[in-house]
């Protein structure tokens, strides 16, 4: 019993120290990319403080006069919209784009050859995805919050973060769907992740309730797991809703689809790995 202990403790060891691994090297493609992701920050951090001011000129734009808690809770709805889209943004596109990063820098076919499971990678490549995205948002959240008086306390953190951990769950399973596309098609994949996204962005309630959408798209919002972590961050920020509250129709559902969606997820892109393999795509380029 207690050589079979050491054995599987040896081994998850093992599979820890790979998981690591693309940690830091996508850190480190980061540090060579720097100028790059420098470009896209910037670009993130101006996209959330246009978009926030549309809440301060709501009064300037409809001519009506507005009370300052109205603008304010306007301007919060916008900021959480904008926030939390970036953060499940960046960890849809580092999953995604994975493949298509192993392309692009030459190392697809060792990557792939590598004597480590597919479940280790892709944990690796979701566990930096994560990482990062939550570095990112906080930077802009900063920027952000100087330009902006934000009221935050009503706010329960305790359940925002519950509802994060949930939702980012839902979000690495997509990811990893979405991933086959460009191990798949190495000409088209990268841009129909990009749809992915885009319908999901449409749907989702970022920027304004999903009510305001057709009837006929309504019901694709109940489809997002998006959805449900934008309305369990918005009820624990701004109306101090807790966890207990939020448990039942936010946090149970993300927990539901990631429990769904990382499992097949795996499956599905070990099937579409294989048929690459046997097809000769991995060493196509598009």
Do not use: C
């Amino acid at each position: 019993m207690t050589t079979f202990s050491a054995r599987r403790g040896g081994a998850l060891g093992r599979e820890l120290r790979g998981a690591y691994a693309f940690i830091e090297r996508n850190a480190n493609l980061i540090k060579r990319y720097w100028a790059w992701e420098l470009v896209w920050l910037a670009y993130s951090i101006v996209n959330a403080l246009s978009i926030t001011f549309i809440g301060r000129a709501s009064g300037e734009i409809t001519g009506a006069t507005i009370a300052p808690e109205q603008v304010n809770t306007f301007i919060l709805f916008l900021l959480v919209g904008t926030l939390v889209w970036h953060y499940l943004s960046v960890v849809f596109d580092l999953i995604s784009e994975s493949i298509q990063w192993e392309r692009w820098e030459g190392t697809i076919e060792y990557t792939f050859m590598a004597p480590i499971s597919r479940l280790t990678h892709l944990f690796g490549q979701a566990a930096f995805a994560v990482l990062f995205a939550v570095l990112h948002t906080a930077i802009i959240l900063a920027v952000v919050a100087a330009f902006f008086r934000i009221d935050l306390t009503r706010a329960d953190f305790g359940a925002m973060l519950v509802v994060l951990i949930a939702g980012s769950t839902s979000f690495i399973g997509l990811g990893m769907f979405a991933a086959i596309l460009p191990l798949l098609s190495p000409e088209k994949g990268l841009q129909m992740t990009n749809i992915i996204k885009a319908m999901v962005l449409l749907v989702s309630g970022v920027y304004y309730p999903i009510s305001v959408l057709p009837e006929w798209l309504q019901p694709l919002a109940y489809i997002s797991p998006a959805t449900y972590m934008l309305d369990g961050i918005r009820a624990a920020l701004l109306e101090g809703a807790g966890i207990e509250a939020l448990w039942s129709g936010r946090i149970l559902p993300l927990l539901l689809t990631g429990l769904l969606t990382i499992p097949t997820g795996l499956m599905a892109f070990m099937r579409a790995e294989h048929y690459a393999k046997a097809t000769g795509r991995l060493k196509r380029n598009g």
